[in-house]
């Protein structure tokens, strides 16, 4: 099973800021098959970033992910209110798949 | 609009069974994967199981295996997720999710409990 790692646990920022959230593997994962998702208390997630470094529909170019092999980020350019939220990595190149533990974006 | 509607959670005792549904209207049903996620309360998000557009297995999370079983009606562009032998560690939120490579949509979830 490959085993995702995100850090930080917990991100305390202020709006404007830039937000860096990593995610680390355990083996190498396919770039098409890393991605990156939003969850709001109460709501289902929603997919920001497919393929590591392609943005979903609808979703701001402020989000964006890079990496390969086993190291990926996702940044958050400029942050708006909106944007505190709990974010996971995903690979689904592999089964089992297998979810981060989450990095929390809290307001400072 | 696309519309993942799950159902069929509730309280079960530990040692039983539940099988939940996902109703999809919105998209080409037989076009895409589908995915069961969970998410125990105040926890991450686990992947389940998934299932292939043609019913082929994408496997089963080590948590589950040999107890939880995935299948799918394209005719009735349903995805089911039958679960036997539930055990405490099963409580969740349940979603599923459609995608291949990733989950571009997911449904708000149906609850399971399982508590004697």
């Known amino acids: 099973e490959i085993v995702l790692t995100q850090s930080p646990g917990t991100l305390s920022l202020s709006p404007g800021e830039r937000a860096t959230l990593s995610c680390r593997a355990s083996?190498?994962?396919?770039?098409?098959?890393l991605a990156w998702y939003q969850q709001k208390p109460g709501q289902a997630p929603r997919l920001l970033i497919y393929g590591a470094s392609s943005r979903a529909t609808g979703i701001p170019d402020r989000f964006s992910g890079s990496g390969s092999g086993t190291d990926f980020t996702l940044t958050v350019s400029r942050l708006e209110p909106e944007d505190f939220a709990v974010y996971y990595c995903q690979q689904c190149g592999t089964s089992p798949y297998t979810f981060g533990q989450g990095t929390k974006l809290e307001i400072k | 609009e696309v519309q993942l509607v799950e159902s069929g959670g509730g309280l079960v005792q530990p040692g039983r069974s539940l099988r939940l549904s996902c109703a999809a209207s919105?998209?080409?049903?037989?076009?895409?994967?589908m995915h069961w996620v969970r998410q125990a309360p105040g926890k991450g998000l686990e992947w389940v199981s998934g299932i292939g557009r043609s019913s082929a297995g994408l496997g089963y999370a080590d948590s589950v295996k040999g107890r939880f079983t995935i299948s799918r009606d394209n005719a009735k562009n349903s995805v089911y997720l039958q679960m036997n032998s539930l055990r405490a560690e099963d409580t969740a939120l349940y979603h599923c999710a459609k995608g291949f490579g990733s989950f571009d949509f997911w449904g708000r979830g149906t609850l399971v409990t399982v508590s004697s």
């Open positions: 083996q190498s994962v396919s770039s098409s098959y």
């Open positions: 919105g998209f080409t049903f037989d076009d895409y994967a």
